[in-house]
Structure formats: structure tokens, C-alpha cells
């Protein structure tokens, strides 16, 4: 294959994706949907998209697998937390980045979590963010912010369709409200019609992390055998009804 052919294939491929992609936002009954421009992260840019919290699962699912990405995780590490400031010993942040940069980046996994930037989320998109030297030539980790949109601050900015917001960066935070996790690389806002509410979201989350499991569960072995990145099928269009693992991780208070 030529150069100029693999430009056209990959242009090809592009456009059926983005083809693709559109439609499943239709189908998911989007109420926004658009790409977000953080300015302390314009490289990396992030999908969103708005939903109600009926939406169908397995539509959100489809978008995940086959809208947003192009292969599919071996597992979900969904991090759960308080939003207050989180104050780290040295030697455990060491060993908690470590040990989560190696399982995402071997494995391909695909961490979830509320997406905003405060408490351990505003950890876990620090961590992303100061990926080691020697792991960059690995797959980027795609970290999803699953949050409650009327809690979102500036979220006006957001009710767009298709378009490329540029999202500031706010100091300080209202009650009742938090700014958007710079280092996210996808957003789904779940609007329940409230307003400065947090936990909108928590249902819909569930759901759809136990619609992505199979509702099965998975030993540590089992995850310890998981096949890494580079084994897997590298298909155009990933199988959403097959069952992937998912792993629940909780941290409270100060570590």
C-alpha cells in the first residue's frame, strides 16, 4: 500500500467513524453533544455528550464501544470518592500511581469516575496526566467522567450540538457545583432537570458499569490473567454485548 493510499484509507475510516458516531448520538436521544477545549490541555481534546436518566443503556454502551473508541478494554476500573481535597503520603501516592499506570496502560483498561476536578478525581486525571517517560509509547488511557450536569460549572457553554466548546479555568467553586477534570478524555452528562445537586449521575452510572460487566464478577486473579493491549483484537467494530470485567475501587478520607 502506498502512502497516498493509506492516507485515503485512513480518511475513509474517519469519516465512517464520525458517520457512525453521529448516528449513535441520535439514537441515544442526545440532548448535547459536542467536544470539549480545555486550556491547559489543548492536545487532548474531549467528547461529551448529555443525557436524561432514562437514556438507553446499552444505545450509551454502543457509543462508548463503537463511537468513542476504536478497541475495545480488556477492563473498567470505576474510582469512587469524596470530593474534598485529598491529601497524599508520599510513599502511598507513589505506590497508587504506579500500580494504576501499570494495570490501564498494560491491560488498555478505561478508568471511570465523576468527573470533576476535586477530591480523588482531580487525583486519578493528575495521575493520567503525569504519565511516566517510559509508558508513553503505550495506548493513552482513556478516562471517562460520568457527572451530573447541573452541577457542572459554566455548563451553559455546554449545550451545544457538534460544536468545539473552549472551556475555561474557573477559581474557586460554588455550592453545589464543580469545574470539569481537564485530563478526562470523555464526558457523559446525565441531566436529571435539578439544579447544584450532586448525585444524578449515581444511578445511571451503576447501570450502565453493570450493563459493560455482564453483572458478572471477577476474582483478582482473573484480572492479574487479562490479556494486555497488544493481544487483543485490534476489529473495526468492538462487540458491546460481550462482558467486560469491572472493577469497583472506593477511597475515603486521607491516604
Keep these: 500500500m502506498t502512502t497516498q493510499d493509506s492516507y485515503l484509507s485512513h480518511g475513509i475510516g474517519s469519516i465512517r467513524r464520525t458517520a457512525k458516531r453521529d448516528k449513535l448520538y441520535r439514537e441515544v436521544n442526545a440532548m448535547s453533544y459536542g467536544t470539549i477545549e480545555f486550556p491547559d490541555n489543548r492536545s487532548k481534546k474531549a467528547e461529551f455528550i448529555r443525557v436524561s436518566p432514562d437514556a438507553s443503556i446499552n444505545h450509551v454502551k454502543e457509543l462508548l464501544f463503537n463511537g468513542w473508541s476504536d478497541s475495545r478494554p480488556s477492563l473498567v476500573i470505576s ?27 498494560s491491560t488498555g483498561a478505561w478508568i471511570v469516575t465523576g468527573g470533576s476536578n476535586t477530591g480523588i478525581m482531580k487525583v486519578i486525571g493528575e495521575i493520567v496526566q503525569l504519565k511516566p517517560v517510559s509508558q508513553l509509547r503505550s495506548k493513552p488511557i482513556k478516562l471517562i467522567g460520568i457527572a451530573t450536569w447541573g452541577c457542572v460549572t459554566g455548563v451553559d457553554r455546554l449545550d451545544v450540538h457538534g460544536e468545539t466548546v473552549r472551556y475555561p479555568k474557573y477559581r ?45 464478577v471477577k476474582s483478582s486473579r482473573e484480572v492479574q490473567q487479562l490479556p494486555s493491549y497488544e493481544m487483543r483484537s485490534n476489529s473495526q467494530t468492538q462487540d458491546a454485548s460481550i462482558p467486560v470485567p469491572v472493577v469497583l475501587l472506593v477511597i475515603e478520607g486521607q491516604l
Excluded at 485529598?86 to 490501564?104: D, E, H, N, S, T
Excluded at 474557586?172 to 436529571?192: C, M, R, S, W, Y
Design 79 to 105: 474510582i469512587s470518592g469524596g470530593a474534598k481535597e485529598y491529601i497524599m503520603q508520599p510513599k502511598l501516592a507513589k505506590a497508587f500511581r504506579q500500580g494504576l499506570l501499570k494495570v490501564a496502560s
Design 172 to 216: 474557586g467553586q460554588k455550592k453545589g457545583e464543580a469545574p470539569l477534570e481537564p485530563n478526562h478524555t470523555n464526558f457523559i452528562f446525565v441531566d436529571d432537570g435539578g439544579t447544584k445537586g450532586f448525585g444524578g449521575e449515581i444511578e445511571f452510572r451503576s447501570k450502565l458499569e453493570q450493563s459493560i460487566s455482564g453483572m458478572g
